[in-house]
């Protein structure tokens, strides 16, 4: 009787949490299909993968997944690459195969190892990349279904570049324009505090749809014209539905574009999975700790069934997860509850779908790709100091001179990866460069006979610290008291080792240096002991 009692206290809380969540999920599963260049129904078949199957397998009760803004750039210049859907869908399954075998060898921890400034690079980089491809679809000057900013910026005579002006739709910016300042409006407080269980995206999407009708019944100049409407196949039949799903194109196994993207999806999707779940734990009522191997399992399962139906990769989404939980989600039941609503909306009403501008889903991608570049987390960034701000800027350069600009054609598409590479190696090699300067510490003071020196050895001296260490004692002038004192260190390398005994032995006592160690443990069989200089 408590069980039952329990279940419907759950279900009380988590309907309504479900149908929020499938308000705030629906125009997304939408819009991200319009950036990734993919069809609608790829959206959504993702979002009810998210929400129904990576719900029930998910260790976090309160995360939803789907369809992600964070890896529309990463989808849009891998099916542009790639050439082919059906192939690209072969790259979503395997980066879920390579998610299941991550979770198989306890890799749940791998954001860990990921700095944080390459990661915010990364993430930068996807919303300048969103807003980029979306201002085309936004004007109404997309020339083709995926939309680029080079189609508005025209390079060669300087008449040319006022052309597309020309080519503007005014009903579709005036839509996007709408769309924009409704839902700044709603993001407001007073507003968002009665309404707080309403997604703005949503009322702005049926807004747009409103005044697209109206301008089509008033036969307006300004009416929006269906190539600027969403495109949802519909059913005549069960059997047509079936129909609609896509199986991908398994020759990609053999292709090494399929594979090498693949694991690019994979390597991305478990990073923002795994900071979403992070983010969900954190923010959290009950304080939850997820399992972050049990995560990877189930978005492995989820991606590598999206991939053979026919759906978009998915990750764990914050935006989704914190609507469940201020939406008053306790459990797996509402995630689970939103994807059979996204099913039923996709079957029953694909109609009313079309009908909505693709204006409405740019506006809400252009807020969401400014939410993740905007001004704030530069300079976040800066004042944290250039080990942070350093590897930020080389990833954020590395990847929008590849993938926006086209400055390496070879590689245009893959800039992702190659910004998140570059940016790793400036970490890397910016904690070298830390760790050089801090392998020692120098202490000199002035005596009226000769210099007293000490030099305390940090907790770890690597090989990586041997040039620095042969350049101070090479540099140790002559009739010098030098102590070096390793009370405090756990690790010498052996390398440094030999460099401190030939300094002892032979250099100090060529230069009149007397030296004293300090603190040696008897394992590095370097005795504790003074060396008098010669010319003592």
Known sequence: MNQNKSLFSTLKSDIPAGIVVFLVALPLCLGISLASGAPFFSGIISGIIGGVVIGFLSGSKLSVSGPAAGLAALVLAAITNIGDFRLFLCAVLIAGILQIVMSLAKLGGIANYFPSSVIKGMLTCIGILIIAKQIPHAMGYDKDEQGHLTELLPFGDIHEIFQPLQHIDLGVLGICLISILIMLIWDRPFIKKRFKF???????????????????????????????????????????????FTIPDFNGFLNSKVIITGFM?????SLETLLSIEAVDNIDPERNVTNTNRELLAQGIGNSISGLIGGLPITSVIVRSSANIHSGGKSKLSTIFHGLLLLVCIIVIPSLLNKIPLAALAAILLLTGYKLCKLSVFKDVISKGKYQYIPFFVTVIVILAIDLFGLVPAVKGEGL??????????????????????????HKTKHHENDIITIRLSEEVSFLNKASIRETLDHIPENTNLTID???????????????????????????????LVGFKD?????????????H
């Open 265 to 269: 999806i994979a390597i991305i999707a």
């Open 523 to 535: 394992v590095y069989q370097i005795n504790n002991n003074y060396h008098v200089s010669s010319g």
């Open 486 to 516: 390793a009370t405090i260190t756990q690790y010498i390398d052996f390398d440094v080792l030999e460099i401190i005994k030939e300094f002892r032995d032979i250099k100090a006592p060529l230069k009149d240096i007397t030296c004293k």
């Open 417 to 442: 990866l190659i910004g998140v590479i570059a940016g790793l190696i400036t970490a890397f090699g910016a904690i070298l460069h830390g760790n050089l300067k801090n392998s020692y510490y120098f």
């Open 198 to 244: 309403v997604p703005g995206a949503l009322v702005a999407v049926i807004i747009a749809v409103i005044l697209s009708e109206l301008l089509k019944a008033s036969n307006s100049p300004f009416l929006i014209e269906p190539d600027h409407l969403v495109s949802i196949k519909i059913a005549e039949s069960p059997s047509d539905f079936l129909g609609f």
